[in-house]
C-alpha cells in the first residue's frame, strides 16, 4: 500500500509492520431539535473552529479515505478488550493465537498503536500525544523499550495554519553514533477541493553511502464531491490512489504504486460494503499479485462486541490464511 515516510520511519525504527488508517473525528451529529436533550449517553457533538475550515489536514492524510477502504488482515483468533479510561487516554488489551505468526499478549496504552511482533523483537510501545482538539499546535512522542533498554524513539510535532499544516519528525536520532532519520511535510490548501504538499527526508547512517542520503516527494490532492484523488511523485517511487462513494452502501478504492529502488509495481483495488440497519460490514481487495482479501464485521449489539471474519487467498502460491477476530469494547 501506499506508506508515507513518517509511517515508514515507524516501521523501520520503531518496529510498526503495517499502515493503519485512524478513525476520522470530525465526524459530526445532528443538533437535536429545539426544546429537547440530547440521548442519554450519546456523545457531544465537536465544536468546530472556523478559523481552520479551510485547513487541508495533515500530509499523512492525504489518502485517508483510500486507505481506510482496504481491509486489514490477520491469521489465527484475535481477542480485543478495549476500555477508554477517559477522552484522551486509551487501552487495549490484545490476545493472538496463530500457527504462521507469533502467538502472544499484548497491551497497548492506545487502540491506535499496534506494532508488529516478531519472535525476536518483543517490544513495549508507548506513544502519547499532545494538543487540544482542532487547536494549532500537536506534539507526539513514541518510545520503544526492549531488553530494558530504549529501542528506539520518535518525535513528532505538528502545526496547522489557517490554510496550511507543517509538520516535523526526528526517529532515533543519536548524537554519538551519528544516525537518526528526519522527516519534514507541508501541506497547503490551494482551492477549498485541491490541495499541494512536499515531504524531505534526511537520514544519516554509517552503513550509507557518503554517511547520508535525502528524497525528496511532492504530493497533491484533488476533493470532488463524489471522488477524492491523491497522488505522490519522489525520487524513490510514484503512485496514486483513488476513492469514491457510489452510493450509501458502497465505497470503493484504488492504489498504484512503483518503486525504482525494489523495482517494483504494486496495484490494488477494494471495496467496503456497509448495511448500517444490520450493523454489517465488509471490506475486500485484490492486487497484482493474486492476493484476493476480505474482512467481514457483525456488531453483536445491544452488547459492545464486534465479530470478525478474515480471510485471504494467494491464487499464485495457493496460500490461504483465515482468521476470526472478537473484540469488547469501543
Request: hydrophobic share 40%.
Amino acid at each position: 500500500m501506499l506508506c508515507n515516510a513518517t509511517t515508514f520511519l515507524i516501521k523501520m525504527g520503531l518496529g510498526v509492520s503495517k499502515c493503519e488508517a485512524a478513525p476520522d473525528p470530525t465526524i459530526l451529529l445532528p443538533p437535536p431539535p429545539p426544546g429537547t436533550a440530547a440521548p442519554r449517553g450519546a456523545p457531544e457533538a465537536p465544536v468546530v473552529n472556523e478559523k481552520f475550515k479551510n485547513n487541508p489536514g495533515s500530509y499523512e492524510d492525504l489518502s485517508k479515505k483510500c486507505k481506510e477502504i482496504f481491509p486489514q488482515p490477520f491469521e489465527g483468533a484475535k481477542v480485543m478488550i478495549n476500555k477508554s479510561l477517559n477522552q484522551g487516554f486509551h487501552v487495549s488489551h490484545t490476545l493472538t493465537m496463530s500457527l504462521h505468526h507469533p502467538s502472544g499478549y499484548r497491551l497497548n496504552d492506545l487502540t491506535s498503536a499496534s506494532p508488529a511482533v516478531t519472535p525476536e523483537r518483543r517490544p513495549l510501545v508507548l506513544l502519547g500525544e499532545h494538543g487540544p482538539q482542532r487547536e494549532a499546535l500537536k506534539t507526539k512522542f513514541v518510545v520503544q523499550v526492549m531488553n530494558s533498554k530504549f529501542a528506539g524513539t520518535q518525535f513528532g510535532l505538528d502545526f496547522k495554519g489557517r490554510d496550511f499544516t507543517a509538520s516535523a519528525t526526528l526517529a532515533n536520532f543519536n548524537l554519538f553514533s551519528e544516525t537518526g532519520i528526519g522527516v519534514v511535510h507541508f501541506l497547503q490548501a490551494i482551492t477549498p477541493k485541491l490541495c499541494v504538499g512536499a515531504e524531505l527526508m534526511y537520514q544519516q547512517a554509517p552503513q550509507i553511502p557518503g554517511g547520508a542520503a535525502t528524497a525528496l516527494t511532492c504530493s497533491g490532492r484533488l476533493t470532488t464531491d463524489e471522488s477524492i484523488w491523491s497522488a505522490f511523485a519522489g525520487t524513490n517511487n510514484l503512485g496514486m490512489s483513488y476513492y469514491r462513494r457510489l452510493n450509501e452502501e458502497i465505497q470503493i478504492g484504488v492504489e498504484l504504486e512503483n518503486s525504482y529502488q525494489q523495482q517494483q509495481f504494486i496495484a490494488a483495488i477494494g471495496y467496503q460494503f456497509e448495511l448500517p440497519k444490520a450493523n454489517f460490514s465488509m471490506k475486500a481487495m485484490i492486487d497484482n499479485n493474486w492476493t484476493v482479501t476480505g474482512v467481514l464485521e457483525k456488531r453483536l449489539l445491544p452488547m459492545p462486541f464486534l465479530l470478525s471474519v478474515c480471510g485471504s487467498l494467494n491464487h499464485v502460491k495457493n496460500q490461504f490464511r483465515l482468521g476470526c477476530g472478537f473484540s469488547i469494547g469501543a
